[in-house]
């Protein structure tokens, strides 16, 4: 946690206001529910008719360990598509809106003592996604939203 604090200040305090393409970004978060994430995100809004659509890949992982012998470890991969609200939603140009929707592929381990106590799985489902992102710079923004891999969960976007 102290990790991704220290990168996102360092982020804002030395990222230089200019030259990164508005669009693109390359993201990390954390949720309440102790899920790390990271993300890439890619306009696609001039293919498609010039709507404010994105394409967002994305990694998540959660661990638990609930005794020195026994750890559940969940982790999803997916894409999204992303629907920037600013044109439906009258707010500060600095402030965006969005929803989104996607598929993701979820792997459970589940790692107990002994060999009799171990599992693995895999799922696959829809993945729903809400929130707001705040520019800092033209190269830095902040992230928050809710989603059904994570819950209320904050990051740092990197534009490039």
């Known amino acids: 946690m102290n990790k991704i604090i220290s ?9 230089s206001p200019a030259v990164a393409a508005p669009s693109n970004h390359v993201g990390i978060n954390y949720s309440f529910d102790n899920v790390v994430g990271t993300q890439l995100e890619f306009d696609i809004a001039k293919a498609a008719s010039n709507k404010p659509v994105s394409i967002q890949l994305f990694w998540k ?4 360990r609930l005794n020195t012998n026994n750890t559940w470890n969940t982790t999803g991969i997916g894409i999204a598509g992303i629907y920037d609200l ?9 402030v965006h809106p969005y929803v989104g929707l996607g598929l993701m592929s979820v792997s459970y381990t589940w790692a107990g003592f002994g060999t009799r106590q171990n599992y693995t ?14 520019n800092f710079t033209p190269q830095v923004d902040a992230d928050f939203n809710l989603n059904n891999f994570g819950g209320l969960t904050f990051g740092a976007n990197f534009k490039f």
Do not use: C, H, P, W
């Open 7 to 15: 990168a996102m200040t360092l982020a804002l305090i030395f990222t």
């Open 61 to 64: 992982s959660y661990q638990q």
């Open 86 to 94: 600013t044109s439906v939603v009258k707010v500060n140009k600095s």
């Open 121 to 134: 799985g895999v799922d696959s489902g829809l993945y729903i996604t809400g929130g707001v992102r705040y």
